[in-house]
């Protein structure tokens, strides 16, 4: 199985700290968007996006880089998240980057997301939400997420 996992991790170094988890599960390269070739994903089966969550979308060089690819038939991809706020039901954040993903051609298996610490104003006044995430839980949450996602790619070979 050949993946990658595409990542802008730019505040505190959150989303790569999940991201490279998340890689060493699937043995797979953590690229930022400037770093790859699109035409490379082509031979992937599994392709991970993530980023952090600033003003509840996802960062603009990793929605670009979406926005760019080609439309087309694709592999499995997923989407991973770090933010201050816990993702709302009646809104998560990940659905809009899924929904593009799927117009590109991704069959888009899953989402993961965790809190992280964040420094966004007002948040830095008091000293930043989550100091301490992702911590050890949400590393083993991220773990357990690659280990789904490789057994599941895993049953449909």
Do not use: Y
Not at 48 to 67: A, C, M, N, T
Not at 76 to 92: C, D, I, Q, Y
Not at 94 to 122: H, I, M, Y
Not at 123 to 149: Q, S, Y
Request: charged residues 25%.
């Amino acid at each position: 199985m050949k993946a990658v996992i595409v990542c802008t991790s730019v505040s505190h170094g959150n989303t790569k700290r999940i991201a490279d988890v998340m890689g060493q599960v699937l043995s797979a390269p953590v690229v930022e968007p400037e770093q790859l070739d699109p035409a490379e994903l082509a031979d992937c089966d599994l392709v991970g996006f993530g980023s952090g969550i600033f003003s509840g979308k996802f960062h603009p060089r990793l929605l670009r880089f979406v926005e760019s690819l080609p439309e087309g038939e694709r592999r499995r991809a997923f989407v991973l998240a770090t933010s201050g706020l816990p993702e709302l039901p009646f809104r998560p954040f990940t659905r809009p980057l899924a929904r593009l993903l799927e117009q590109k051609g991704f069959e888009v298996g899953d989402a993961f997301s965790c809190r992280a610490f964040d420094t966004w104003l007002p948040f830095k006044l008091v000293g930043g939400l989550n100091r301490a995430r992702p911590g050890a839980g949400d590393l083993a949450a991220a773990r357990a997420f690659a280990e789904r996602l490789q057994a599941q790619l895993g049953a449909l070979s």
